[in-house]
């Protein structure tokens, strides 16, 4: 089982970015796919995540109405579009799996299997 991030990069605050995470190697019946994120000194917190049952989906409130969480590509992608940035949101951003599961959960260490992270940094 493989996650990869990308799309991360430098924005303005208020702008928007959408980071991808390519899976590879799935073969789960049910499973979530979160997206966490860590910025220097702070704890990892979860940011959204969705189920592949019936792609349910849950988000923080840091993020509720701003950022929205989709699968792509026949479930082999999970999108995570982020719009009206803050620079807050500056953060390496994580996508990570928890296989046999029908409800996404928002904390970290239910997921088994993790990306190594893709950049966000949003400019005053």
Same mark, same amino acid.
């Given at each position: 089982?493989?996650?990869?991030? &990308?799309?991360?990069g430098? @924005?303005?605050?208020?702008?928007s970015? $959408?980071?991808?995470?390519?899976? @590879?190697?799935? $073969?789960?019946?049910?499973y ?6 860590? #910025?220097?000194? !702070?704890? $990892?917190e979860?940011?959204?995540?969705? &189920?592949?049952?019936?792609s349910?989906?849950?988000? &923080?409130?840091?993020? !509720? ?9 026949a479930k !082999?992608? @999970?999108?995570l579009?982020?719009?009206?940035? !803050?620079?807050?949101d ?5 996508? #990570? ?6 409800v ?7 997921? $088994?299997?993790w990306?190594?992270g893709t950049?966000v940094?949003? &400019?005053?």
């Amino acid at each position: 089982v493989q996650l990869v991030e &990308s799309g991360g990069g430098l @924005v303005q605050a208020g702008g928007s970015l $959408r980071l991808s995470c390519a899976t @590879v190697g799935f $073969r789960f019946d049910d499973y979530a796919i979160g997206w966490f994120r860590q #910025a220097p000194g !702070k704890e $990892r917190e979860g940011v959204a995540c969705i &189920s592949s049952r019936d792609s349910g989906a849950r988000y &923080s409130a840091s993020v !509720k109405g701003r950022f929205t969480i989709s699968f792509a590509n026949a479930k !082999k992608t @999970v999108y995570l579009q982020m719009d009206s940035l !803050k620079p807050e949101d500056t953060a390496t951003y994580y996508c #990570a799996v928890d296989d046999g599961t029908v409800v996404c959960g928002m904390e970290w260490d239910e997921y $088994r299997s993790w990306g190594r992270g893709t950049q966000v940094t949003v &400019s005053s």
